[in-house]
């Protein structure tokens, strides 16, 4: 059991600065990757960034160059730093956390981020 909640969202002005972050509880030491989605009104839930149990990250085309995901040792937090905002950014962003030994996602309730042009 994981248990994840998000923090961190807000209104913002294009071109500004959000850092989300993810507080995560539970059995966190089995999970192996931990990630960050967003889903936009009427659109399909995407993949933003992850991060590896050995550290490896990953950042979808949308948010290369602007985004950043980031964990503390413990793995009970995770961050997303996003940079340069654009309206299209907005969405909810939802935490997620990935074991695949048992092949199973946990996920927070989401936080809002809304970007104004």
């Known amino acids: 059991q994981v248990q994840l909640a998000e923090s961190g969202g807000g209104l913002v002005q294009a071109g500004g600065s959000l850092r989300l972050s993810c507080a995560a509880s539970g059995n966190i030491g089995s999970m192996d990757r931990f990630a960050w989605y967003r889903q936009a009104p009427g659109k399909a839930r995407e993949l933003v960034a992850y991060?590896?149990?050995?550290?490896?990250?990953s950042h979808e085309e949308s948010a290369k160059g602007r985004f950043s995901i980031s964990r503390n040792a413990d793995k009970n937090t995770i961050w997303l730093q996003m940079n340069s905002l654009k309206p299209e950014d907005t969405a909810v962003y939802y935490c997620?956390?990935?074991?695949?030994?048992?092949?199973?996602?946990?996920w927070g309730q989401g936080t809002q981020v809304t970007v104004s042009s």
């Open positions: 997620n956390a990935f074991t695949y030994a048992r092949q199973r996602d946990y």
């Open positions: 991060i590896t149990c050995s550290g490896f990250t």
